[in-house]
């Protein structure tokens, strides 16, 4: 069962998170993932499948006279359902040309449909997020909810660089997390190797030197969380779907 709530994440899912590094003896969360270092997972590690920026928003879908607060708003590159192994339900996701033109398009999780558009056809739509207008080009399929409660089809999905330009009003490229899935189960800690090496190389980071990045393996996670029975709440944020990022800043 936990295997199984895990797996909703994906397949064979790798989650890097920005690490932490000490200033005057103050533990700081570091922002230093880019979406540059997502592409170079992608292009140059032999063991992953794919690899996807996430960034993180917030705010309300207005769709007519509807209105809706979705629990995850995230931006993303062409690759994100590739990582997760989520199908679409209807119509499509939006393309690497979306991405590089910060195109106003989004895909929908069902919970958006029912809430928003009910009966209506949502493809081809347009809903407004921050005031900005957003077309719908697809609706995922359904997956329900982790095994915390969390509904994972309350979810909107645009292109990295819309949410980072059109909604954050934001010049850098740091992402608040990255996801990547290993070609399979087989290369998991190879797959977690070669992104650390990676990392490693593209921040400059010496042999022996500390991480400003941490790579989590979602298997060994769910082995660990398999034992636990006693307070959840740091591992039940490694489980709660890509709710892990939240309002553009990673819980992690």
Same mark, same amino acid.
């Given at each position: 069962?936990?295997?199984?709530?895990?797996?909703?994440?994906?397949?064979?899912?790798?989650?890097?998170?920005?690490?932490?590094?000490?200033?005057?003896?103050?533990?700081?969360?570091?922002?230093?993932?880019?979406?540059?270092?997502?592409?170079?997972?992608?292009?140059?590690?032999?063991?992953?499948?794919?690899?996807?920026?996430?960034?993180?928003?917030?705010?309300?879908?207005?769709?007519?006279?509807?209105?809706?607060?979705?629990?995850?708003?995230?931006?993303?590159?062409?690759?994100?359902?590739?990582?997760?192994?989520?199908?679409?339900?209807?119509?499509?996701?939006?393309?690497?040309?979306?991405?590089?033109?910060?195109?106003?398009?989004?895909?929908?999780?069902?919970?958006?449909?029912?809430?928003?558009?009910?009966?209506?056809?949502?493809?081809?739509? &347009?809903?407004? $997020?921050?005031?900005?207008?957003?077309?719908?080009? #697809?609706? !995922?399929?359904?997956?329900? @909810?982790?095994?915390? /409660?969390?509904?994972?089809?309350?979810?909107?999905?645009?292109?990295?660089?819309?949410?980072?330009?059109?909604?954050?009003?934001?010049?850098?490229?740091?992402?608040?997390?990255?996801?990547?899935?290993?070609?399979?189960?087989?290369?998991?800690?190879?797959?977690?190797?070669?992104?650390?090496?990676?990392?490693?190389?593209?921040?400059?980071?010496?042999?022996?030197?500390?991480?400003?990045?941490?790579?989590?393996? &979602?298997?060994? $996670?769910?082995?660990?969380?398999?034992?636990?029975? #006693?307070? !959840?709440?740091?591992?039940? @944020?490694?489980?709660? /779907?890509?709710?892990?990022?939240?309002?553009?800043?990673?819980?992690?």
């Amino acid at each position: 069962l936990v295997q199984g709530q895990f797996e909703s994440l994906g397949s064979n899912v790798i989650i890097v998170f920005p690490g932490n590094r000490r200033r005057d003896g103050v533990s700081q969360q570091s922002v230093t993932l880019t979406a540059r270092d997502s592409d170079a997972i992608g292009i140059d590690c032999p063991s992953v499948l794919a690899s996807s920026p996430i960034l993180g928003v917030s705010g309300q879908v207005i769709y007519g006279s509807s209105n809706f607060s979705p629990q995850e708003m995230h931006g993303v590159s062409g690759d994100y359902l590739t990582v997760r192994n989520w199908p679409l339900r209807r119509g499509e996701f939006f393309s690497e040309r979306d991405v590089t033109s910060a195109n106003k398009v989004c895909v929908i999780g069902y919970t958006l449909v029912a809430k928003l558009f009910q009966t209506t056809d949502p493809i081809g739509e &347009t809903i407004r $997020i921050k005031n900005i207008p957003f077309r719908v080009i #697809g609706v !995922l399929e359904k997956k329900g @909810a982790n095994m915390v /409660g969390q509904d994972q089809d309350n979810i909107v999905l645009m292109p990295i660089t819309t949410v980072r330009k059109r909604l954050r009003g934001s010049e850098f490229d740091n992402v608040n997390a990255i996801m990547a899935s290993a070609r399979s189960t087989k290369l998991m800690s190879e797959a977690q190797n070669e992104i650390d090496q990676i990392l490693a190389e593209r921040h400059s980071i010496e042999p022996g030197q500390p991480r400003d990045y941490v790579v989590q393996n &979602t298997t060994e $996670i769910a082995a660990v969380f398999s034992m636990i029975t #006693g307070t !959840l709440t740091m591992m039940l @944020a490694c489980i709660a /779907g890509i709710s892990l990022v939240v309002g553009g800043v990673g819980i992690m």
